[in-house]
């Protein structure tokens, strides 16, 4: 997974105090209208969503041409976006007035959260090293454009290995006369699907898309559309299913080469498509798909799942943030890659309620393209995977094995592990118990970390405790379930995102304190509703991403610390928020 690119060529230099003025490029986040969820409690019982959505799009639009759409009754959420000639024109919203409407329309309080959505266009994602596939008919059946591990490419797999791998062929033993995860739902949200040897046409196929909905085009075929182009990926859907729950051995007819073996053969997956790559510069489809399959049935999933694999990653989102919130609750394990080639854990991959993966290779080191921070859980294997592979040859598709590289497939592969863990336990009373008082994910972060191997030169603190092991894992005892966490206050959930930004910082109030120039008590009142913005510029932004992590060392920030994080980010952002930094 690429994960978030930054995508606006910063430099940001301190020179005797005067930094030189950030230069964006033309591709940076463009943005594309505002999601807008009701408070009900606050709102008039009688007052129709479609009425208040249309008062909305007046209010925001300002007398420009603004428009409802993807109206959601059940969750109560719509999306406003500008006219096509208003974004599309010589003088489109930057992404500073984006932020500025949404407070705005913040400011009504039948709104529960409005954020900005935005589009990225030209620029480039996931790594492509191995990628490329050859027809099934003939050999190799490896990616050529870069030199992967000899004996990752003699064994299809190396990945479920006890020396080099996650240790998942010796899991499986715990399961006899069953498919190891068995009577486990996970769900999938991804680029969709397509039908390759490896994961369909079985007898009982893994894939259920009966079960899924497409979120893109908003109907119930979760088929990948195979659009191609910039920051779009087509296929990775497949590709990350397969190392879920691909039946062992080779499915794809003719060749010579050992097939796909997914971790959970047993599981059953639920595609989900929400988006055409894996750069998630707007959350919305994402978050819709975790909440419901989260609280199915009576959504658009139409079965509630055990494990939600996320192999996608981008900004920070409010709606995405409360919904991996409600599935920790629900019991539903959310499993998320920390990000490639970036040096920062991506969303949603950096909420505490996921389990954030890094990546791993077959000498049992950290993949160099993996992204670091305290936020990883764990590394698993995710350079030089193994992968069913469907590319298209003119108007015909053609199916292909293949290896890939990237923390999506670390993500796959303890999805995977999740899926074998809750089969094994689901029916004792204590998993029960942690899965009533939503505890399973720090249950099982727990236990990930107790019982990791150790990896070659692993930096510990940038990338987990180790490298997974399924098999002492399944043989880990329960643990006693504790009382719920306590419920945060609405300005904890605000500053979340904010505050991960000081990664290693043991204060990091004080440290947005000192950022905004204020006592540490008046944070939660003057800045908790810009935090968001902030991640946001960090994430997309050199500037602002460098002026931060000078902040987030372990000493007090210095005077030319503050001005250059201050400086990049008042050039960018927007007027609430340049209103709110000191000059």
């Known amino acids: 997974m690429r994960a978030v690119t930054v995508l606006l060529a910063l430099t940001c230099v301190v020179a005797a105090g005067h930094p030189t003025p950030p230069q964006p490029i033309a591709s940076g986040p463009k943005f594309r209208g505002l999601v807008v969820k009701i408070a009900r409690s606050r709102t008039e019982a009688d007052r129709d969503l479609n009425e208040l959505a249309k008062e909305a799009a007046a209010r925001v639009g300002s007398g420009q041409p603004w428009r409802v759409r993807s109206v959601q009754t059940s969750d109560g959420t719509f999306r406003l976006a500008p006219s096509v000639a208003e974004y ?37 994602g996931e790594t492509t090293e191995l990628e490329e596939c050859v027809a099934a008919a003939r050999a190799p059946e490896s990616g050529a454009a870069a030199a ?14 006890a020396d080099h791998g996650a240790n998942v062929l010796e899991a499986w033993k715990r399961f006899q006369g ?40 908003d109907d119930n075929d979760p088929t990948d559309a195979f659009e191609s182009g910039m920051l779009r990926w087509p296929r990775h859907g497949t590709k990350t299913s397969s190392v879920i729950v691909s039946p062992r051995g080779r499915q794809l007819p003719g060749g010579t080469i050992g097939g796909i073996s997914g971790v959970a053969p047993g ?30 049935p009576g959504t658009l999933v139409k079965h509630k799942v055990d494990v939600i694999s996320i192999s996608l990653g981008g900004p920070p989102s409010r709606a995405l943030q409360d919904a991996v919130e409600l599935a920790e609750r629900n019991g539903v394990i ?53 992968i069913a592979n469907p590319k298209m040859e003119g108007d015909t598709a053609v199916n292909c094995l293949s290896m890939s590289s990237g923390t999506s497939y670390a993500t796959a592969t303890a999805a995977g592990i999740a899926a074998l863990w809750v089969s094994l336990h689901r029916t004792e009373p204590r998993f029960q118990a942690l899965a009533k008082a939503g505890r399973l994910t720090s249950a099982f972060r727990g236990i990930l970390g107790s019982t990791k191997r150790p990896g070659t030169n692993w930096d510990t603190k940038e990338y987990g405790p180790g490298i997974i092991d399924a098999a002492a894992v399944l043989a880990a005892p329960l643990p006693a379930p504790t009382e719920s966490a306590a419920a945060r206050t609405p300005c904890d959930a605000d500053l979340e995102a904010l505050e991960s930004l000081f990664d290693g910082v043991t204060n990091r109030r004080a440290r947005v304190a000192a950022l905004f120039g204020i006592t540490r008590d008046a944070v939660c009142q003057r800045v908790s509703r810009l935090g968001d913005e902030v991640a946001f ?36 952002g927007s007027e609430d928020l340049g209103n709110a930094l000191p000059r």
């Open 178 to 217: 069953v498919q190891p995860g068995h009577d486990v739902w996970v769900a999938h949200p991804d680029t969709g699907y397509r039908q390759h040897p490896e994961i369909w046409g079985m007898r009982d196929s893994p894939i259920q898309p009966q079960l899924g909905w497409d979120f893109v085009d």
């Open 148 to 161: 992967p591990s000899p004996g990752a490419t003699q064994d299809p797999e190396w990945s479920l290995s």
């Open 537 to 572: 510029h960090y994430a997309t932004n050199e500037g602002v991403a460098a002026g931060l992590d000078r902040m987030s060392r372990r000493a007090a920030p210095t005077a030319a610390d503050l001005t250059a994080a201050r400086y990049a980010l008042r050039a960018v």
């Open 267 to 296: 599981a059953k997956l639920i595609p989900l498509r929400v988006a055409n790559g894996v750069v998630l510069y707007d959350q919305t489809n994402l978050a819709s798909a975790i909440r419901a399959a989260a609280t199915a």
């Open 88 to 124: 599309g024109g010589e003088e489109p919203i930057t992404p500073a007035e984006g932020w500025q409407r949404a407070y705005a329309l913040r400011a009504d309080s039948r709104f529960e959260s409005v954020e900005p959505a935005f589009a990225v266009d030209g620029a480039r």
């Open 334 to 386: 959310v499993i998320a890659a920390a990000g490639n080639n970036v040096k920062t854990v991506v969303w949603p991959a950096r909420y505490p309620n996921v389990i954030a993966l890094a990546a791993s290779n077959f000498d049992n080191r950290v993949w160099s393209g993996s992204s670091k921070g305290s936020m990883v859980a764990i590394g698993a294997p995710g350079e030089s995977v193994w």
